[in-house]
């Protein structure tokens, strides 16, 4: 947990519906390229528990970060405000993509 509200995780968190309703998540921010080129799948987006948004950046060094900055900071802001649920930002890993967004 990095904030009360605020988790930073892998894609196997990501797919745990039953840890993210303990850690009552409503938003994830996924932080990995589409699903067709080798990102992690939104697994839960049809049954509209969770908001998605997909930040798609690969984990290679030369990606650029600053670009889609706005739109993660935009979604993080969004849902501290509302305070009706926790966001977890996850990428493959948890530990390159995630974190540099967060």
């Not at 409503?26 to 509209?48: C, H, M, Q, S, W």
């Amino acid at each position: 947990m990095v904030l009360r509200w605020l988790r930073i995780g892998d894609k196997s968190m990501a797919r745990d519906r039953e840890q993210l309703r303990r850690w009552r998540i409503r938003y994830i921010l996924n932080v990995t390229p589409p699903r067709t080129e080798g990102g992690v799948a939104n697994f839960f987006e049809k049954d509209g528990d969770f908001e998605y948004l997909r930040i798609p950046l690969r984990d290679i060094q030369a990606e650029r970060l600053l670009p889609v900055l706005p739109s993660a900071v935009a979604f993080l802001e969004r849902a501290r405000v509302r305070d009706d649920g926790g966001v977890l930002v996850h990428c493959n890993e948890g530990k390159s993509r995630s974190c540099a967004v967060v």
